[in-house]
């Protein structure tokens, strides 16, 4: 079993709904936990990024994070069809050197 | 700076011959990562560097992959006598060392084709 379980998707939803994404981990150490978007052909681009549990909000993303359930969220509202695109999360522990360690990815397809 | 480089973008071989993947990365990130993505699955750590020093290699980097930081700047990631298991997109990242998030800037990958 993966470190980081992420469904793969497709997620299809009409332009202007809210995007829900989740990923659910095993490893406890894990202290941070960041969202990557990557388009097609493209390297990931970090979203944002939160410490420990808590939510974080950056415009129309915010994400969340419940490390009593290893259970992680983020949330896209006023969906665009640029949104479109496969979203990675991610996650580090300062022990293990910091290196990421990523979700399968989820894409994600908003309809005009 | 224009964020981090990788050359080549696509890479098409047969199987057996070698390929040397080169990534420049964000000239003030001291520390480099290699990762491995194949075709609908995350990236997949490979190894990563801290200026010069390879600090860390996955039990997936066999003995066929070697990777260099020689001065701390560009790294090369060599495979030797390439399967096609090994077709996949090779993501490098870089970075400065973390006080907090470790935030990695990726490059756009180099794609490996082995016929």
């Known amino acids: 079993q993966k470190e980081v379980e992420q469904d793969p998707g497709p997620l299809s939803v009409p332009e202007g709904a809210i995007v829900s994404l989740n990923c659910t981990y095993s490893?406890?150490?894990?202290?941070?936990f960041m969202w990557y978007r990557q388009y097609s052909r493209k390297g990931p681009e970090l979203l944002m990024y939160?410490?420990?549990?808590g939510n974080k909000e950056d415009g129309r993303f915010t994400a969340q994070v419940d490390k009593s359930s290893k259970y992680i969220s983020l949330f896209i509202r006023d969906s665009q069809p640029s949104d479109s695109a496969t979203y990675l999360c991610?996650?580090?522990?300062?022990?293990?050197?910091?290196?990421?360690?990523f979700g399968g990815g989820t894409r994600v397809l908003v309809k005009p | 700076d224009t964020g981090v480089s990788q050359d080549p973008r696509h890479k098409i071989t047969k199987r057996g011959q070698n390929v040397t993947f080169r990534c420049d990365p964000i000239?003030?990130?001291?520390?480099l990562y290699w990762y491995r993505q194949t075709l609908g699955q995350g990236p997949e750590f490979l190894t990563y560097?801290?200026?010069?020093?390879?600090?860390?290699k996955s039990r997936l980097l066999s003995n066929r992959f070697s990777a260099e930081r020689p001065k701390g700047s560009f790294s090369t990631l060599e495979i030797q006598r390439t399967e096609q298991g090994d077709s996949a997109m090779y993501l490098c990242?870089?970075?400065?060392?973390?006080?907090?998030?470790?935030?990695?800037?990726f490059g756009a990958g180099s794609r490996l084709t082995v016929l």
């Open positions: 990242a870089s970075s400065v060392v973390p006080s907090g998030a470790n935030v990695l800037t």
């Open positions: 490893n406890s150490a894990f202290q941070y």
């Open positions: 939160t410490y420990s549990s």
């Open positions: 991610a996650m580090s522990a300062v022990a293990a050197g910091n290196k990421l360690t």
């Open positions: 000239s003030e990130h001291n520390r």
């Open positions: 560097f801290q200026n010069e020093a390879q600090l860390e």
